[in-house]
């Protein structure tokens, strides 16, 4: 199956390039060859082939094709910003192991599988926010996150297990105990509010390259392994008889939307109020996912995987913007490619048409107004909220613009990958068929595993 | 029943010690013994798999620690720990019990097949790591508990049915990935408290 070989491609290029790591040029040519052979593997591949290593089964369902693409898109374009505009040796082999363990975990079959090759991804980045660790506070932060992560995985884990080896006549207060501390273990490792502490103090200390690689590919990833958990997990029939776990959904759905909107409004700084901005988005996707409907689940999935690729947009650029100012404010008139690429990444995340990241806003608050009249203004308030926080931005960007001079990037990457992205955001936003039928095929599934008869 | 006994005693040592050296020695014996307690449920293949990352994740922190002297005081927070995984162990063992519901005969040595001691054991050392985790404050700690509950999890994917050679091999690498981490940021964070 393709791939098993992508994954053991990607890992074995991480391993080489953990070796060539201070030879940048070679390794960032080696991360870009390994990422584009395993893009080409996983294209070629046929929609729901099946293999097994050991007895682990893998399967490429369309959603894991379409996500897997994206993923290793978007690090390919990470590690060519790496590259070119902040050489930083330690970020090739972590994004080349970032990449296999994410497509492992879109294509695995068995949740406990599913869950720890998550959290195997989710550790590997500690390698990459730490940097200059006498001039800043990068270990705490990256110690911060290795504790998150380790609890929540744990406690996700231990959920599971003990899920998968109950008998069956069990009351279902044990299943909605075991569901709210997967829900829970889920939040810790999303960084939805009020379990987003580490993720704001990620935000100031590591590089922006690499908040990009957990922003952008490994919470959209965490995202969809929590959706197809749950469908493996059996614990979905429980979750609808019991609406306590439902209401946790939504209340730390909501909590997130409305909380990140709001702290996205008084960010001061561009990366903060990208991660905010993403942190909202994940709220309304967790709303749309509580809402167990088709539309939910369609809308939820794809707003995490347009944050996703926006996130990085707007990160890359914030990181080019921030190293042009060189301590001061950061403004379009020393970096004026990456302050586009910044505003129109904006208009991404907030899921402006005509781009793709439209319909999955629209499904999510559609289908929020049927569930309940509340949560839809919420979810409308949020989105308004975040619409005030991009333009805030932008207009702190090119504010100062009129009256001096210009001066263009020497290596406009920023600019160029927010380009590359925002052409396929348009691009999806036009046909956004074929972005939106593989997440209708999982929603499918997600509703069969609700109502197995 | 004794070893239930010893995981408890060598979870305590590894918590109340300063030195992490001497804490990663008694992770060392939390693991073995957390091995040996599984052998009731597990095969040997899987035991052998086990008790290879305790050991290498034991070895990982050892080296991280540079010198005997390096470590993290754990003062009150001891106390805390065992109080809160003696509560979360009896009230998680009630609650969440997925093994036999009868009074099963358990062995005074060695693993038993019901799979209650294994359960207990692995409630105990998710409590604890858990405990270890939310009241650190630095690398050390942090990472120490991290691999406890790591050490936990693996005995409760033991107990579920059909668990194959290969899970067995996933949480192996795993908890040998979070003693990597770990002891790269225990070596990072005193290179920042040295310079």
Redesign the interface.
């Known amino acids: 199956m393709n791939a098993i070989e992508a994954i053991a491609l990607l890992g074995g290029a991480a391993l080489a390039a953990f070796g060539l790591r201070k030879r940048v040029w070679l390794v960032a040519l080696l991360s870009l060859a390994a990422i584009g052979t395993a893009i080409w593997l996983i294209a070629a591949a046929d929609v729901d082939s099946t293999g097994a290593?050991?007895?682990?089964t893998f399967r490429l369902s369309a959603l894991a094709r379409m996500a897997s693409l994206v993923v290793l898109a978007i690090l390919a374009l990470l590690v060519l910003d790496v590259w070119l505009g902040e050489p930083a040796y330690n970020f090739f082999p972590v994004a080349l192991a970032v990449g296999g363990s994410a497509v492992a975990v879109l294509t695995l079959g068995?949740p406990?599988?599913i869950y720890?090759?998550l959290?195997?991804a989710l550790?590997?980045p500690?390698?990459s926010f730490?940097f200059q660790?006498?001039r800043n506070r990068s270990?705490e932060a990256?110690?911060r996150h290795?504790?998150f992560v380790?609890?929540g995985g744990?406690?996700g884990?231990?959920s599971l297990?003990?899920a998968?080896?109950?008998?069956k006549d069990q009351p279902a207060t044990?299943f909605v105990?075991?569901a709210v501390i997967l829900v829970v273990a889920f939040a810790l490792k999303l960084a939805a509010i009020p379990f987003h502490t580490h993720a704001a103090l990620l935000v100031s200390e590591a590089p922006a390259a690499s908040l990009a690689l957990y922003f952008g590919v490994l919470v959209p990833t965490t995202f969809i392994a929590f959706a197809e958990i749950l469908v493996l997990s059996g614990l979905l029939p429980a979750i609808v008889q019991v609406q306590r776990v439902q209401d946790l959904l939504l209340g730390i759905g909501l909590l997130s939307a409305i909380g990140g909107a709001l702290l996205a409004t008084g960010a001061l700084e561009l990366r903060r109020l990208v991660v905010y901005g993403v942190i909202s988005n994940l709220g309304a996707a967790l709303v749309g996912i509580a809402t167990l409907s088709g539309p939910g689940i369609v809308g939820a999935v794809a707003i995490m995987l347009v944050s996703g690729a926006c996130a990085t947009q707007q990160l890359l650029a914030a990181g080019t913007l921030e190293r042009r100012a060189a301590g001061g404010r950061p403004s379009a008139r020393t970096a004026p490619l990456a302050a586009l690429a910044f505003v129109v990444g904006g208009a991404g995340m907030i899921g402006i048409p005509p781009l793709v990241g439209f319909p999955g806003r629209f499904f999510v608050e559609l289908i929020a107004y049927a569930f309940s009249g509340g949560i839809g203004t919420a979810l409308v308030v949020a989105a308004l909220l975040l619409l005030i926080a991009q333009l805030r931005a932008g207009i702190a960007l090119f504010g100062d613009v009129g009256g001096s001079p210009i001066r263009i990037e020497p290596r406009p990457v920023a600019g160029l990958v927010g380009a590359l992205i925002f052409a396929a955001l348009l691009l999806g936003g036009v046909i956004p068929d074929s972005f939106l039928k593989p997440i209708a095929a999982f929603a499918d599934e997600f509703l069969k595993a609700i109502n197995p008869l | 029943m004794i070893l239930l006994g010893f995981i408890a005693l060598a979870t305590l040592a590894a918590t109340g010690t300063k030195q992490l050296r001497y804490s990663a020695a008694a992770f060392l014996l939390v693991a073995l013994a957390a091995t040996w307690i599984s052998t009731g449920v597990a095969s040997l293949a899987q035991v052998a798999v086990t008790g290879c990352s305790g050991l290498v994740a034991a070895a990982l922190l050892f080296v991280a620690a540079s010198d005997a002297r390096y470590g993290e005081e754990p003062g009150w927070r001891v106390w805390l720990a065992t109080a809160f995984a003696a509560t979360a162990t009896s009230a998680g063992f009630a609650a969440l019990r997925t093994v036999s519901a009868e009074t099963p005969q358990l062995p005074l040595f060695g693993g038993d097949p019901t799979g209650v001691t294994v359960q207990v054991a692995a409630f105990w050392l998710l409590a604890s790591g858990a405990a270890i985790l939310l009241t650190a404050r630095t690398a050390v700690r942090m990472s120490l508990g991290a691999v406890l509950m790591i050490t936990g999890v693996q005995l409760l994917v033991r107990l579920v049915t059909g668990s194959s050679l290969a899970l067995t091999l996933l949480f192996a690498w795993l908890e040998v990935v979070v003693a990597l981490v770990g002891a790269f940021l225990i070596i990072n964070e005193r290179a920042a408290i040295d310079l």
């Open positions: 290593v050991l007895e682990l068995t406990l599988a720890g090759a959290i195997v550790l590997i500690v390698g730490t660790v006498h270990v990256a110690v290795f504790a380790a609890l744990s406690l884990i231990a297990a003990l998968a080896s109950l008998p044990t105990l075991l």
